[in-house]
Nanobody
Framework: QVELVESGGGLVQAGGSLRLACEAS????????MGWYYQAPGTQRALVAT???????LYGGSVKGRFTVSRDTAKNTVYLQMNSLTPEDTGYYYC??????????WGQGTHVVVSS
């Protein structure tokens, strides 16, 4: 089993920045994709950004160039740098690890609140 532990969420004013981190532990295959998904109340979980073990990135359309995903393979950690935050970014951000065999693992979610 793979465990994902997230950190970095919290309260921030509009226009500010946050950096989320997610560290994976357990039986981790070196070939994987890690990323972030967003969910607000009453909505489906949506892609924010992913990054493969080879460094290829994919961003959801709603990011609009404000977020950057990166990873430290040695630390099994993925990051999400969030800039120019707005109240519409408020919600839960979930870390995901997609293993080469197709299994998805999820973190517990970290809450982001952007005030006006």
């Amino acid at each position: 089993q793979v465990e994902l532990v997230e950190s970095g969420g919290g309260l921030v004013q509009a226009g500010g920045s946050l950096r989320l981190a997610c560290e994976a532990s357990g039986s981790i295959d070196s070939r994987n994709t890690m990323g972030w998904y967003y969910q607000a109340p009453g909505t489906q979980r949506a892609l924010v950004a992913t990054i493969t073990s080879a460094g290829s990135t994919l961003y959801g359309g709603s990011v609009k160039g404000r977020f950057t995903v990166s990873r430290d393979t040695a630390k099994n950690t993925v990051y999400l740098q969030m800039n120019s935050l707005t109240p519409e970014d408020t919600g839960y951000y979930y870390c995901n690890l997609h293993a080469a065999g197709g299994t998805n693992y999820w973190g517990q979610g970290t809450h982001v609140v952007v005030s006006s």
